[in-house]
Antibody, heavy 119, light 110 residues
Framework: QAQLQESGPGLVKPSDTLSLTCAVSGYSISSSNYWGWIRQPPGKGLEWIGYIYYSGSTYYNPSLKSRVTMSVDTSKNQFSLKLSSVTAVDTAVYYC????????????WGQGTLVTVSS | EIVLTQSPGTLSLSPGERATLSCRASQSVSSSYLAWYQQKPGQAPRLLIYGASSRATGIPDRFSGSGSGTDFTLTISGLEPEDFAVYYCQQYGSSPPMYTFGQGTKLEIK
């Protein structure tokens, strides 16, 4: 059973780059799954940011594509998110999640980490 | 981009009652690509239903999903105290890959 844990700064300054890492345990990141990021502004709904395959293949939400970079480190069994040029609207709880096999769903989630964009 | 609209925004019911939550898509969605999640305060979403009607592992049979095309429904029969939460529907579009969520329905205790 996969367990996911996000880590990274909880406070980022406007115009800086937000960087988060998701450590996966109990499951090999090199198995046939995509690994994704989803965010949720305080009190609001969910927004898919994108996902990455262990080989490095990526798909991003078109609305964020110009600012998003995802990477994977199979040796550490983890994957990462970078979001550049952040503003206050990027303040959110960021979740990492595993895309399920066979269906376009997210079946395992991290607990989430709140990232606040503020000077 | 397909927009999902959930209704009602808030549903007030008592334990033991039946809850019916709606998710309407702005254009037709493949049933295979429609899922439901439950989210409790301070927690990550939890997958309930995938493929419009299949329950995820460990999900009680009081949860059921149905629908096709643009109209999908999540039904919870015999509400338990732990079922009061926010529910989201989610759809997948394949060209290019894109996931969108509804705005959520809050199920609260009456």
């Amino acid at each position: 059973q996969a367990q996911l844990q996000e880590s990274g700064p909880g406070l980022v300054k406007p115009s800086d780059t937000l960087s988060l890492t998701c450590a996966v345990s109990g499951y090999s990141i090199s198995s046939s799954n995509y690994w994704g990021w989803i965010r949720q502004p305080p009190g609001k709904g969910l927004e898919w940011i994108g996902y990455i395959y262990y080989s490095g293949s990526t798909y991003y939400n078109p609305s964020l594509k110009s600012r998003v970079t995802m990477s994977v480190d199979t040796s550490k069994n983890q994957f990462s998110l970078k979001l550049s040029s952040v503003t206050a609207v990027d303040t959110a709880v960021y979740y990492c999640a595993r895309k399920g096999s066979g269906y376009p769903i997210f079946d395992y989630w991290g607990q989430g980490t709140l990232v606040t964009v503020s000077s | 981009e397909i927009v999902l609209t959930q209704s009602p925004g808030t549903l007030s019911l008592s334990p033991g009652e039946r809850a019916t939550l709606s998710c309407r898509a702005s254009q037709s969605v493949s049933s295979s690509y429609l899922a439901w999640y439950q989210q409790k305060p301070g927690q990550a979403p939890r997958l309930l239903i995938y493929g419009a009607s299949s329950r995820a592992t460990g999900i009680p049979d009081r949860f059921s999903g149905s629908g096709s095309g643009t109209d999908f429904t999540l039904t919870i029969s015999g509400l338990e105290p732990e079922d009061f939460a926010v529910y989201y529907c989610q759809q997948y579009g394949s060209s290019p890959p894109m996931y969108t969520f509804g705005q959520g329905t809050k199920l609260e205790i009456k």
